[in-house]
């Protein structure tokens, strides 16, 4: 069989099987798996329902059903970014409506039923049990939003079945989070912190005896003073496990008869930052064992943990991302996992022998695997003699090739957070690119998690000057290694990421062009304006508000504007509360009056981060538009028009 020559073709117009509709189509995500009695369930968002987040259900026998109506939307907007947003016990669900975060019930064949009333946010509930197995109440992370201007956070329980607002159990802190209820039902382990902490800065491991009707009074165990501690998990013996990272990196830890052990200490990271509630990075086997994730120089791996002896095996399987591990059985551990070559998929792994099964995939991959091109994970120098982390991908598309002597365009990304972390799963939108002739690299800048402790701490009082130098090395190195043209790199992020597309735009010269999605321009309006969960996180990040006013200014774009040059596409969410449109809206009119090319695009509807299709499609056609234009290439692809101001007489 002869196999046709590739064409040559600019990099940059190649045609693609990742077109936007496709991707768009594709775009599912898995949340907060569970297994209550052998049953897994899990939230998807769902592209034909505007993207909204269903509750499904895979019974053991392998049967698959959606849980609630098509008009539900089961997320959370406790600390805006959500997570955990509901529980099962027995055959009855429990789950946050996203429209008025109010608690829901539904049982097979019935309406949703409301529980809560409404100005309450609830998430990361669990279930108390009496005897004979009757599930009591549910012990819940409520957030008071009935005073906008003072949000309280508490764990509260919810009386079943009446429902109500939910008697407060504890609300000595700011936060709160992981409540977890002792397998006698007679204590409740969680962690809780103070502002001007952030979850992965300082945290306390608090346990309290659940015997009468008031307020708790717990005891810290673990925890505090600059220890980051999560994810509580009781065992059946009564012995309590967390992760913390106290050694530098988050790893796994037992409290037993009053003392806390490390369990396989590792220069590992087994965990992430708490940004949604309900990370679950092992689960218990209930035989004195764990299966755990950890992480290694930005690849994910899994061991099996002897909890009594502290022993390790690792179990080798081809995925290099794992998250939410559940028990299944004392053998099975279900879990998402994303591989470098195809969509992520839930798995049911049999700890034992290794041997896995696929039990859903999100979407149908859009490439032949010879045609995806894989992460390669890259080190390199930085300011000031740092190094930094990054994952690089060529451009791939068997159909074609570059023409000679040319070199392909580069986009670099930017993770959000600050303190996210860029993965080398598969990622249909890094294959919208690829595909299509253009070279991208996923960074991890300094304060990154995934690291350990001390890189994430790079960016304390750095933010906007650590970062930026980051995203322009990585762009430097592979311009200077020969691998991309210098004259036609670009930079695209979103949210804290956004961010430092503006600052890198407006700070050097490594970049010819930007796509800003949602990012901040203005940090000290940021601080003002922003939801309790992230108002003081500029505190470690830049300083404290009025006395660090001037180093304010000098990060915020828009106040580095006489360095601004190249073209910037901004994209922004009209309804989004943790950056609100205002921050687009001013620096698309300082760009506008200094001549310097811009489009923006605000979509109504959309809050942090899009999630209806149709807009999802108009954001990567206007972007590819937008590089075409600016680096002078015509896209395969049919294109709506975009108009970028000023472009004519910037050329």
Request: charged share 20%; with cysteine; proline share 7%.
């Amino acid at each position: 069989m002869t196999v046709a020559a590739p064409t040559i073709q600019p990099y940059g117009a190649w045609r693609s099987a990742v077109s936007a509709e496709a991707l768009a189509k594709s775009h599912a995500t898995f949340n907060s798996l569970r297994a209550v009695d052998g049953h897994l369930y899990w939230t998807e968002n769902v592209p034909a329902a505007e993207g909204a987040h269903w509750l499904f259900r895979l019974s053991a026998g392998g049967d698959l059903s959606a849980l609630v109506p098509a008009t539900a939307n089961v997320r959370s907007r406790v600390h805006e970014y959500g997570g955990a947003p509901f529980a099962v016990v027995g055959d009855t669900a429990y789950y946050s409506q996203f429209s008025d975060q109010r608690l829901y019930r539904i049982r097979p064949g019935e309406s949703p039923e409301p529980l809560t009333p409404e100005g309450y946010r609830y998430a990361d509930c669990t279930p108390l049990f009496a005897g004979e197995g009757s599930v009591v109440a549910l012990i819940c992370v409520r957030e008071d939003h009935t005073d906008p201007r003072q949000v309280r956070n508490a764990l509260v329980r919810v009386p079943l079945p009446q429902g109500g607002a939910g008697d407060i159990l504890y609300s000595e802190c700011d936060f709160v989070a992981y409540p977890r209820v002792s397998p006698d039902g007679r204590r409740l382990a969680f962690i809780a912190w103070h502002h001007p902490n952030m979850p992965w800065d300082s945290t306390a491991l608090k346990v309290a005896d659940l015997g009468g009707p008031g307020p708790l009074a717990p005891a810290t165990i673990a925890g505090g003073g600059g220890e980051s501690v999560m994810e509580p998990q009781w065992d059946s013996d009564g012995a309590l496990y967390f992760i913390s990272d106290r050694s530098g990196f988050w790893n796994l830890y037992g409290w037993r008869n009053g003392a806390v052990q490390a369990l396989w200490p590792r220069a590992a990271e087994f965990a992430s930052p708490l940004w949604q509630l309900g990370q679950a990075n092992y689960a218990l086997l209930g035989d004195g064992r764990a299966l755990a994730r950890y992480g290694e120089g930005g690849l994910d791996h899994l061991a099996l943990i002897d909890l009594r002896l502290g022993g390790g095996r690792i179990i080798n399987l081809p995925y290099v991302e794992y998250s939410q591990l559940t028990r299944v059985d004392s053998r099975h551990v279900a879990l998402v996992a994303g591989s470098a070559s195809a969509p992520q998929s839930i798995l049911r792994i049999n700890v034992n022998t290794g041997q896995r099964q696929t039990l859903h995939q999100a979407g149908a991959a859009l490439l032949e695997p010879a045609a995806v091109s894989v992460a390669e994970p890259i080190e390199f120098p930085s300011a000031n003699g740092r190094r930094a982390h990054a994952f690089y991908y060529a451009p791939s598309n068997p159909a074609f090739q570059g023409p000679p002597q040319e070199l392909p365009p580069l986009l670099t990304l930017v993770h959000g957070g600050p303190t996210g972390q860029a993965s080398a799963a598969y990622s249909a939108l890094v294959q919208y690119w690829t595909s299509r002739g253009f070279a991208v690299v996923d960074v991890n800048y300094g304060g990154s998690s995934g690291f350990g402790r001390a890189y994430r701490r790079t960016l304390e009082g750095n933010w906007g000057i650590v970062d930026a130098e980051d995203v322009i090395a990585a762009a430097d190195y592979l311009s200077r290694t020969g691998r991309v043209d210098p004259l036609r790199t670009a930079i695209r992020g979103a949210s804290a990421g956004g961010y430092t597309v503006l600052l890198a735009l407006g700070t050097s010269e490594v970049f010819h062009a930007g796509a800003d999605y949602f990012g901040v321009s203005d940090m000290a309006a940021l601080a003002r304006d922003t939801h309790k969960f992230e108002s003081r996180y500029l505190d470690s990040l830049i300083g404290a508000l009025p006395e660090a006013q001037a180093i304010y200014d000098s990060r915020s774009p828009l106040h580095c504007l006489d360095g601004f040059k190249a073209p910037l596409l901004v994209l922004q969410g009209a309804d989004d509360r943790v950056v609100p449109p205002s921050q687009s809206e001013l620096i698309v009119q300082a760009l506008r009056s200094r001549r310097v090319p811009v489009a923006y695009l605000l979509f109504e509807g959309e809050g942090h981060g899009f999630r209806k299709p149709a807009n999802i499609i108009r954001c990567l056609q206007s972007e590819l538009s937008f590089y075409g234009q600016v680096f002078g290439f015509a896209p395969a692809d049919r294109l709506p028009p975009l108009v970028i101001e000023n472009l004519s007489s910037a050329q």
